[in-house]
């Protein structure tokens, strides 16, 4: 057993370099725009005059936490103020930054626990493995977002149902609400989970019986349990979040608003890329070969069919619940027209555990013929595994957090290569040309985004006159021109446009573009553009064009 701590003390040390390495990335300009949204939030909060969030996309729950995290630690280290401290828009960035990078380092041991739990000692092992080295949560690690928090929360939530399985208490019960307020708390979309906590009480209190007061009896059981778990996630979600009942109508907006575009209904500008996108197999070829290697997706497949037929032969309802928990997960955001990365984080866990579960019972049926070389074959097995890891985490490593922001390289170039007064046409939405802001005094946003629809400001017309008066047009990241070149039939006028751009028929020629070298073509799998689904890489490591006037 001190080999597994001490491995196991390894992994968590590696995995917390991996997610603290320049945590801060981005500062002053800090890209992420939904980590931007989350920290403006924060920022004017005032305790106690003005609490309300003005921010429903998330619950508030964690931007609570890291409003009052930041607030005590103004507090103690001399906060001077006439009237009461505040968390400066740069704190929260990095302390909700700093809550990620928590979350994700916790889950490595409660991944090896879980794998233990469920399995073996070695499938613990493999589990705390590819957290340790997952792309995915060292990713989101850097970013200040809520992903991690639902991710950690999931995981938490799992561990605590497969108590109630075995304990089969109220306590344990009331635990497990506790964890499901937190997570609603968090994202009110966590309400996808709930059906799982009935299955879990009804294994856990129904006996089968033919009599019938003992049938009556595990009736009343569940019931209890469910309206304890009504009861305590209500009073935590009310506690946490209650501006959604102070200002319900711009809660109720808000929430019709991200539920219309998740589901297609509202057309805005950053969902252009998921027009004809087949669910699963979307995030099975542009998400999950990112966020958990090309291999290990291949992987994943068959290993997770292999548990889904051993839960049923074997009726064990501890593997059920990590397959429901996979699938409620997955299926909940699978169907979505929009199939952002982020959506798919949370589920990484469970993925990690089944190929974890999977692979261990594997080794476990060759221990049975070749007892005396049982040892050798798991440590022969980890050692590749091990290998494949680090292949896959360095590039991306390299590539993201430790070579400089693309953003910052190109406007470096730009300093050198275009006149500070000259005349640039650039697109809007976009952080990316902010950091060019304080070198060149004449950039000009032009919406491409409404050149495939009515606008008195924005149509060919005023794009010709914009392109005839600018010398430069500088592109800071592949959002749009990705979207508009595979899209031709919902963006005909968009299509036109970069096409005849990028071939050199508007005039103006490519004068540079972002260099991916052979471990950016590893951890984009050849190419950063249209490899992936765009947000794997738009925030951290986008591709900057800049064309000049022939």
């Given at each position: 057993m001190r080999k597994t701590h001490v491995l196991l003390l390894m992994l968590l040390c590696i995995g917390a370099f991996f997610r603290l390495y320049n945590l801060n990335w981005g500062a002053p300009f800090y890209f992420h725009p939904d980590e931007r949204n989350i920290a403006s939030s924060v920022s004017q909060l005032r305790f106690p005059d003005n609490m309300h969030p003005h921010f429903f996309a998330y619950g508030s729950l964690p931007i609570y936490t890291i409003f009052f995290t930041g607030y005590l630690y103004n507090l103690f280290t001399g906060c001077i103020t006439t009237h009461v401290c505040t968390v400066s828009f740069e704190q929260a960035i990095l302390i909700s930054r700093i809550y990620s990078s928590i979350f994700s380092i916790l889950l490595i041991p409660l991944l090896f626990f879980l794998g233990q739990k469920l399995h073996s000692r070695n499938a613990g092992i493999i589990a705390a493995l590819l957290t340790t080295t997952s792309v995915g949560l060292i990713q989101y690690?850097?970013?200040?977002?809520?992903?991690?928090?639902?991710?950690?929360?999931?995981?938490?939530?799992?561990?605590?149902?497969?108590?109630?399985?075995?304990?089969?208490?109220?306590?344990?019960?009331?635990?497990?609400?506790?964890?499901?307020?937190?997570?609603?708390?968090?994202?009110?979309?966590?309400?996808?989970?709930?059906?799982?906590?009935?299955?879990?009480?009804?294994?856990?209190?129904?006996?089968?019986?033919?009599?019938?007061?003992?049938?009556?009896?595990?009736?009343?059981?569940?019931?209890?349990?469910?309206?304890?778990?009504?009861?305590?996630?209500?009073?935590?979600?009310?506690?946490?979040?209650?501006?959604?009942?102070?200002?319900?109508?711009?809660?109720?907006?808000?929430?019709?608003?991200?539920?219309?575009?998740?589901?297609?209904?509202?057309?805005?500008?950053?969902?252009?890329?998921?027009?004809?996108?087949?669910?699963?197999?979307?995030?099975?070829?542009?998400?999950?070969?990112?966020?958990?290697?090309?291999?290990?997706?291949?992987?994943?497949?068959?290993?997770?069919?292999?548990?889904?037929?051993?839960?049923?032969?074997?009726?064990?309802?501890?593997?059920?619940?990590?397959?429901?928990?996979?699938?409620?997960?997955?299926?909940?955001?699978?169907?979505?027209?929009?199939?952002?990365?982020?959506?798919?984080?949370?589920?990484?866990?469970?993925?990690?555990l089944i190929l974890a579960v999977a692979l261990s019972d594997s080794i476990a049926h060759k221990k049975s013929a070749l007892e005396k070389r049982s040892k050798n074959i798991f440590y022969g097995v980890f050692a590749i595994l091990t290998i494949i890891c680090f292949l896959f985490l360095m590039p991306y490593f390299i590539t993201a957090l430790v070579k400089e922001d693309t953003r910052l390289i190109a406007k470096q170039y730009a300093t050198l290569a275009i006149p500070h007064d000259a005349l640039i046409l650039s697109e809007v939405y976009d952080l990316g040309i902010t950091p060019f802001n304080d070198t060149f005094t004449h950039i000009d946003l032009f919406n491409f985004y409404d050149l495939d629809q009515y606008s008195p400001d924005y149509n060919l017309e005023t794009l010709k006159i914009a392109l005839a008066e600018h010398t430069y047009i500088i592109l800071p990241s592949q959002r749009i021109m990705k979207t508009r070149l595979q899209n031709t039939k919902q963006f005909p006028k968009g299509n036109a446009f970069y096409e005849a751009l990028f071939e050199g028929k508007l005039g103006f020629q490519k004068i540079y573009e972002t260099s991916c070298d052979n471990l950016c073509k590893i951890a984009y799998m050849g190419d950063p553009v249209f490899s992936y689904e765009q947000t794997v890489n738009v925030f951290d490591h986008p591709t900057v064009y800049i064309f000049k006037k022939q």
């Open positions: 690690a850097h970013f200040g977002t809520f992903e991690l928090w639902l991710t950690f929360f999931s995981v938490c939530l799992f561990l605590l149902c497969l108590k109630v399985l075995h304990d089969k208490t109220y306590k344990a019960v009331f635990f497990v609400s506790v964890l499901c307020g937190l997570l609603i708390a968090t994202k009110i979309s966590s309400l996808t989970l709930v059906p799982l906590l009935f299955i879990t009480y009804f294994f856990a209190f129904f006996q089968k019986t033919t009599h019938t007061a003992t049938v009556l009896r595990n009736g009343i059981r569940i019931i209890l349990a469910c309206f304890i778990g009504f009861i305590v996630c209500v009073l935590i979600y009310v506690v946490t979040n209650p501006y959604v009942f102070i200002d319900t109508q711009a809660f109720l907006g808000s929430i019709k608003y991200e539920s219309d575009v998740a589901l297609g209904i509202l057309p805005v500008f950053y969902t252009g890329e998921f027009y004809g996108s087949i669910p699963g197999v979307f995030q099975m070829l542009r998400v999950y070969p990112f966020l958990i290697s090309p291999l290990f997706t291949m992987f994943f497949i068959p290993s997770f069919l292999y548990v889904v037929i051993q839960t049923v032969r074997r009726k064990d309802t501890s593997w059920l619940l990590l397959v429901g928990f996979f699938v409620f997960l997955f299926l909940s955001q699978a169907f979505l027209f929009v199939k952002w990365t982020r959506y798919v984080v949370p589920t990484l866990p469970f993925v990690y």
